[in-house]
């Protein structure tokens, strides 16, 4: 069965620390994103990237950056958590969309993330 | 820039009767593509119906369907004989068909309650 795995489904993180949030796929797909969801604010693009090492910025990449040295793996990187970064983090893949013709994402499970 | 309004944060049905919810968007673009997507209490994501704005026969997919209307940007998802496992977010998207257009825009989400 083709799906998107998150290597977390909860993590507590200490305010400073260095946080990585890790997504793999497995179906070959060009595109990989990262989104954030929260209350009253539904899915905000974080970035996303359509290839192997380019990446482009989503709504809102303030305190994020991410990383794609492979093709299956799509890493988003906390550099110094914040407080407000507490939030769920949910990764995504798909084909690439050329047009008219639209591939579905395939969404991971989530990371909900915790910032003390 | 594209944006996606869910203005229901809650909405509740009493099992077996037909519930819709609301979606309005804001384009320029005249060709693109909106989706209902429903995140159950396990966070998978899954995608519940689609509509490309060219097609003017509103999508359908057993009890879901949806009411398009372009001329106002509205999108609305109507859930006939509501079942328990309907109770989920359910989450209004957007997107483009321009040229390098790679991403959804999603709405701020409606979590549906079913009563049984």
């Known amino acids: 069965d083709v799906k998107v795995t998150q290597s977390s489904r909860y993590l507590v993180k200490r305010t400073g620390e260095k946080v990585f949030l890790e997504c793999v796929q497995d179906m070959d797909h060009e595109n990989m994103f990262w989104y954030r969801q929260d209350p009253g604010l539904g899915l905000r693009l974080i970035y996303f990237?359509?290839?192997?090492?380019?990446?482009e910025k989503g709504d809102i990449p303030e305190g994020y950056s991410v990383s794609r040295e492979k093709k299956e793996r799509f890493s988003l990187i906390l550099e110094s958590a914040s407080t407000n970064q507490t939030s769920m983090y949910l990764c995504?893949?798909?084909?690439?969309?050329?047009?008219?013709?639209?591939?579905?994402?395939?969404f991971g499970s989530g990371t909900r993330l915790t910032v003390v | 820039a594209q944006t996606v309004t869910q203005s229901q944060p809650e909405m509740s049905v009493q099992e077996a009767e037909t519930v819709t919810l609301s979606c309005t968007y804001d384009t320029s673009e005249s060709d693109y593509y909106l989706f209902w997507y429903k995140q159950p209490p396990s966070r998978q994501m899954i995608l519940v119906i689609r509509q490309e704005a060219y097609k003017q026969q509103n999508a359908t997919e057993n009890r879901f369907s949806v009411n398009f209307q372009k001329a106002a940007k509205s999108f609305s998802l109507k859930i006939s004989d509501s079942q328990l496992g309907d109770a989920a977010m359910y989450f209004c998207?957007?997107?483009?068909?321009?040229?390098?257009?790679?991403?959804?825009?999603f709405g701020q989400g409606t979590r549906l309650t079913i009563n049984p």
């Open positions: 995504a893949s798909s084909l690439l969309w050329t047009g008219r013709a639209h591939y579905g994402y395939t």
């Open positions: 990237s359509y290839d192997v090492k380019m990446k």
């Open positions: 998207a957007y997107r483009s068909t321009l040229q390098g257009a790679q991403k959804l825009v």
